[in-house]
């Protein structure tokens, strides 16, 4: 079996080295030699008067260039949004939807399709994915990174597979921390408020001349949750209190003038309420702990960057029938080469492996895993100055397999596991700057959300009442995007105008509790199945502008409407996904800043139209629809700069009718904190 | 017949303003000087100046800046004293000094600098400053993007509308100018 798995990888890695290779002789014979260095946000920022990113096709480019429908929080966006995690800063974002089940748990999706433990967006910090494979969600509260030594957050809508691969299907959200290389960042914040808020954090940068930099992190946070009632559908579990802790070591040194090594070490963990994907409140304690490393050479083949890292990922569950905790064990590397061929094309070669594992839990005694092969290239061409085209290919082997013991009554054996999953994801892209301020993207992408592991089987739990279980036949989720954006730039006002009309298209859902396997048990295992298909359709529309030099504004609104055809499962209930009527149709947010001298104020609103939420069922299983009224809400923060060092910040949430009904979890409450922040 | 009457002298007046206004731009662009050079500012100098940065033989510290005029250039003449005066005795930006020296396009063979900076209107001095580059690996930058695309300079600089940055590659290649890889993904190569 051992020998077979390495004859497989072998075959692999060959047919890989065979796409890749042809592409770096082809390099290697036409590139220029060039010197250089890994990407320095904050000089080419400077430089081209915006942003920089290189989240859209691999290659640094422009935000106004990006052949993606892309938005980018800057530093300042950060910290004037006066949220205290990265769920707060992302609610202000056109097209970014959040769930904010309890005060320090939130599951964020993009362009709808927002669930408990919500799988369709992949989360990266500096290129390190944070997504938890093992159950398809990202714990907010446990990444291990302080909103000071964030640079920027991007946040890419639509399918993005062609570059990252699985999961990156609603879109990617990639959080870039300042290099300690280039950057300085040294600041410490103390932050009270309400619900018994008690938060620190420090960022540290230690440099060594030109040579290198190492930033060091460390934070820690208590607080309650809501004290609003938890609703009859999410079960009877008293809440326990909220805390937080992450440290992060980060790295990156000048080997030589061609060379540089990065690294990065981080441990951090979350605890609190949250409502799982079959809508009960659970207890979740996320510990998460990675190491990376990075090397980065700038060779005459073009701009080489391997990257290895692991992930260790423990998350513990405890509900009101099920208490647990999956170790989640992720092993990835990387290598890419990014090269121009001629003056005006631009390619990027890659190749990944990677290895994800966890035990079967509660029950433990199997282990599900897979190893991940893929290929890629990306291809951007200037046609002319003002016309690029820009087509990406990501070809994916994955197989799939199971270790260990299986309860009696079972439905599977490990052989069920014995499958590959082959996937080929693309994204396609024609920008046109038809004029000095306007510019036209077409834009399509496809990309596959894998099965979680849970979906996949981890989740193994036997009872005398229940029993419950992953499926290996659980099939991806195919996502498939279509979207016109214009953008218009306004000097005269010092903003941006941007339309976008999209289609979107995803086939085979998955839910985690569709189907009952039939001579299995006693009793019968209830386990993940593929439910059916969905459509969404929106537009979206921003305006942003400055006046009077101190003030800032932007008004955006999203209209989405969303036709799900799933199959009835479970004796005609709902199988725990529901888009086409959770999915607000009219979202609206606007913002107003004003910063002069010492201060700096700004004030955010958002309205959301009545929609439902998922609720569970109170007795069998399955889901129903609760109603979710339209609603107002205000965020704002005041900040006054006490001395050149230290500046005094009063921020708040949900300012406006408190407590308020936003998901078919508990209602939120108002939340209002002050932060003293000393930067030196 | 009072509201016609109204219409009618409401068409006279636009009539008129147009006709005016066509006037006013027709004498506008008679009368205008015939350079329409664009002034240099400080925001312009700075987008060079972190070009510069990229230059990957020019490291970190002083750059002796070569403003290369026409003395018999008007043009060429003013660009030159206006970036002279923007870059003072000293002109900070990222890792960089820069220090102006100015040249005259007959004495470009014998400046001690580490980078022309070639003036718009200098057309005469184009080709020795081309000749000079190659002999010497002096790289040189313009905000005359036709200096760049005929080869004098390595790097052509625009600000406005929206911020350019050209690249000569094979007066690249006979200067022996590299750029940092990364930033020559994100400019305009020919």
Known sequence: MKNDSRCRMRSHLLRSATVLAPMLALAALVTTPAAGQTIDYGSLEQLFGEAVTTSATGSPDRVTDVPANMEILTADDIRRSGAYDIPGILRHVLGVDVLQWNNDNADVGLRGYDQAFSPQVLVLIDGRQVYAEHYGYVPWAALPVELAAIRQIEVIKGPNAALYGFNAVSGVINIITYNPLYDDVNTAALSAGTQGMAQASAVQTIKFGENGGVRLSASGRLDDDFSTPIPVSAGTLPRIGNDRFAFDLNGVFRLSNKVQFGFEASHSGAASNDIDPIYSLVHDRNLMTSIKGQLTADTNFGLLQATVYRNWTTHRYDGPNLNTAFKDEATVAQFQDLFKLGAAHTIRASLEYRHNEVGTMPYAGGKIFYDDYAASAMWDWHVTPALTVTNALRWENLHLGRTGSVPNGYPFSNADWNKTITETSYNSALVWRVSEVDTLRFLTGQGDQLPSLTNLGALLFTSPFYNATGNPDVDPTDVTNYEIDWDRSLPGIGGRFRAAAFYEQSLDFITNAGVIFPGSGPPPYLGASNVGNSMARGIELSLTGKFATNWRWGANYRFESITDRFTPVLQGNSPFVDFQHVTPVHVVKANLGWASGRWETDAYVYYQSATRGLASLPVGVGSYLTPVPGYVSFDARVAYRLTDWATLAVSGQNLGQSPQQQTSGPKVERRVFATVTVTY | ?190
Do not use: Y
């Not at chain 2, 219409?7 to 009539?15: E, I, L, P, W």
């Not at chain 2, 990229?54 to 002796?64: N, Q």
């Open chain 2, 1 to 190: 017949m009072i509201i016609f009457s109204q219409m009618k002298r409401r068409a006279t007046s636009a009539k008129a303003l147009l006709v005016g206004l066509a006037l006013s731009i027709a004498s506008a662009l008679l009368l205008a000087p015939v350079s329409l050079r664009a002034e240099i500012t400080r925001p312009d100098m700075l987008v060079a100046g972190r070009a510069i940065g990229f230059i990957d033989k020019l490291g970190s510290g002083d750059v002796r800046v070569g403003i290369v005029f026409a003395p018999e250039s008007a043009p060429s003449l003013q660009q030159a004293n206006e970036i002279r005066d923007l870059l003072g005795s000293q002109f900070r930006v990222g890792n960089h000094v820069l220090r102006p020296v100015m040249v005259r396009a007959d004495q470009v063979n014998n400046a001690g600098v580490d980078l022309f900076l070639l003036t718009e209107g200098a057309d005469i001095a184009a080709s020795s400053v081309a000749a000079s580059s190659r002999a010497r690996k002096i790289p040189c930058i313009t905000f005359d993007l036709a200096q760049e695309r005929n080869g004098a300079c390595v790097i052509g600089v625009q600000t406005r509308p929206r911020i350019e940055i050209l690249f000569n590659r094979k007066a690249a290649a006979e200067s022996g100018t590299n750029l940092s890889s990364v930033f020559r993904l994100m400019i305009t190569e020919n």
